[in-house]
């Protein structure tokens, strides 16, 4: 259905769809009616999605079942007194029960705010507070659940409380798994429980009373590091901005399978399990696992399933290619992609060994849809990421605010549109208009990520604004040493960050976890990664200062708590 919005679906070249690249806006857009019930009608009988856990259980879904489920679900909510506008949390990992809430959530209006399960008491009780949330989906984990429990205690918004079971297909939770948490309701019991009368009462609603592209769709927290996170607001045009994320980057095709890698508690996952692919009439598949996982696991799937596109983050990609994938048959994927940080040439060379294919580099943030990616028919460059989306028209200035030349690092930031968000551009970091000023100012969001442009218009990333080590007078950026590191094949996972020093002002330091066949209390693999980054790099980059660790700290989004190294 991608003609439903584009101009054209098809271009020649780069330059022909960055610059012919266009969406028809419709004038009230929502990706239910739109796009769900639209191929529910269109092709009742087309997979939209599977779903199966590593307890063996498995669910298919056509669009006409997710039409149906979607639809109950929205009654079921209008009856619990949820309405257009409600900030509404939803806790449910990688339960088939995100796809049906967050698209009835759509549907009646509501504003869905998904959130990992690593949340604590006091996680929650600032997210309700700071957003008014009013109801919470949540799957029974009971350490969760006792978190909630506590934080409603603190949060005057929070009304409904909805269980989800942590197992089974359509099975809910018990009388006795209840009773050990008072006020919450069974999602999967209500369902059963929806009257031909709360049907009637869903299907009563007219489009205008249920959304304007304007209103806010969907949010996320982004996770902070040096104070509480932000909550960036999307409008109802939010998923139109996936189109080039799904068709043009993951090359999704219809009647494919793809299969994106990530917790619907962050963003990447509408990235690469919802909008973007069901425009494109792709089933996305998801893999509910709940033991001790390894990434090879994902190899099964692809094996099994037959997937037939695959993104995941770069450490993923690092962790498989010291496996032995000589057993596993890849001939059904065609397209690899990966996004979130930056990919080294050596995994991207050895994966193109095993695979035959490359994998493609995108970047984006919470505030934005794909801004910046390897196009279909551009030659990639290993460690780039890329150049613009159209729309975004990415460009890279100084702290004046004056474009910089190729080859020198600068701010990248995004041309606004008349001064106005466009199709996948955040609206707001919500009851936060200073900090949404501060981003978004003289005709540009400012991203706070750094990054160089080369004289072919490929942009390489070298870190956050506020990750740069200053040393002996030189500018270094984190991200920039991590990228050399990770080339390194003892490398598993890095962080550079600074440690302070009394003659240079401040040193570069490496925080690194170790492939399984290497041994930390090595002093002569510290000298032999030192030189192997003086030999790659610029010398004055190299890690003055080694530490090999287990694990990096995270936080609940997964991104490495710099500030923790640093102290």
């Not at 991203?447 to 218009?457: K, V």
Request: hydrophobic share 35%.
């Amino acid at each position: 259905m991608l003609e439903q919005f584009l101009e054209r679906t098809e271009f020649k070249d780069y330059k022909d769809f960055f610059e012919n690249y266009k969406i028809n806006v419709p004038e009230n857009f929502n990706f239910g009616y739109d796009v769900v019930d639209y191929l529910a009608e269109k092709t009742p009988d087309a997979k939209a999605m599977i779903w199966c856990n590593d307890e063996g259980e498995e669910l298919v879904l056509t669009f006409k079942q997710v039409k149906e489920r979607t639809d109950k679900a929205a009654a079921f909510m209008l009856k619990q007194g949820i309405k257009r506008g409600d900030f509404v949390m939803l806790i449910l990992q990688r339960r088939y029960e995100f796809w049906i809430t967050i698209v009835a959530l759509h549907k009646i209006g509501a504003s869905v705010i998904p959130a990992t399960h690593m949340l604590t008491t006091e996680d929650i009780v600032y997210r309700c507070n700071a957003a008014g949330i009013k109801t919470i989906f949540a799957v029974d984990d009971r350490e969760l659940f006792n978190y909630i429990d506590e934080a409603k205690l603190q949060s005057p918004s929070l009304e409904h409380l909805f269980a989800v079971a942590p197992f089974g297909i359509d099975k809910g939770l018990s009388d006795e798994e209840l009773a050990k948490h008072p006020g919450w309701v069974d999602f999967t019991r209500g369902l059963a429980e929806v009257t031909d009368e709360d049907m009637k009462a869903f299907y009563s609603l007219t489009r205008d009373q249920i959304s304007k592209n304007d209103d806010v769709m969907l949010s996320y927290f982004t996770s902070g590091t040096t104070s509480h996170p932000k909550l960036v607001s999307h409008n109802f045009l939010y998923p139109l901005g996936h189109i080039v994320t799904a068709s043009y980057w993951q090359q999704v095709k219809k009647g494919g399978l793809h299969l994106t890698v990530a917790d619907t508690g962050w963003g990447k996952a509408v990235w690469g399990k919802l909008y973007g692919q069901w425009i494109a009439e792709c089933c996305v598949f998801i893999y509910d696992y709940h033991m001790k996982f390894k990434p090879v696991d994902f190899m099964d799937q692809i094996q099994k399933y037959k997937i037939t596109s695959f993104c995941a983050p770069p450490t993923i990609y690092r962790f498989l290619i010291q496996e032995d994938l000589s057993k596993y048959d890849f001939s059904t994927c065609e397209h690899w992609s990966t996004a979130g940080e930056p990919l080294s040439e050596e995994v991207f060379n050895r994966w193109k060994s095993i695979t035959g294919k490359e994998i493609r580099e995108g970047f984006g943030q919470t505030e934005t849809t794909l801004s910046l990616f390897n196009y279909g028919t551009e030659r990639i460059k290993p460690g780039s990421l890329g150049k613009s989306a159209p729309y975004y028209n990415v460009t890279l200035v100084d702290d004046e605010g004056h474009p910089v030349q190729d080859g020198e690092v600068g701010e990248i930031v995004v041309e606004l549109k008349d001064g106005k968000p466009f199709p996948g551009l955040f609206m707001t970091y919500f009851g936060d208009p200073e900090k949404t000023k501060a981003v978004m100012h003289d005709g540009y969001y400012h991203t706070g990520d750094n990054a160089w442009r080369d004289e072919d218009g490929y942009f390489w990333f070298t870190g956050r604004n506020d990750d740069v080590i200053k040393c002996s007078g030189y500018r270094i950026g984190t991200f920039e040493v991590e990228s050399v590191l990770m080339q390194h094949p003892a490398v598993v996972e890095c962080a550079v960050t600074g440690a302070p020093d009394p003659i240079r002002g401040q040193v570069v330091k490496a925080t690194i976890v170790l492939a399984k066949d290497y041994r930390p209390g090595n002093d002569a693999l510290k000298k032999e990664i030192q030189q192997f980054v003086k030999n790659t790099t610029a010398p004055y980059k190299y890690p003055r200062i080694i530490d090999f660790v287990d694990s990096l700290p995270k936080t609940i989004s997964g991104k490495i708590m710099r500030k923790d190294l640093r102290k």
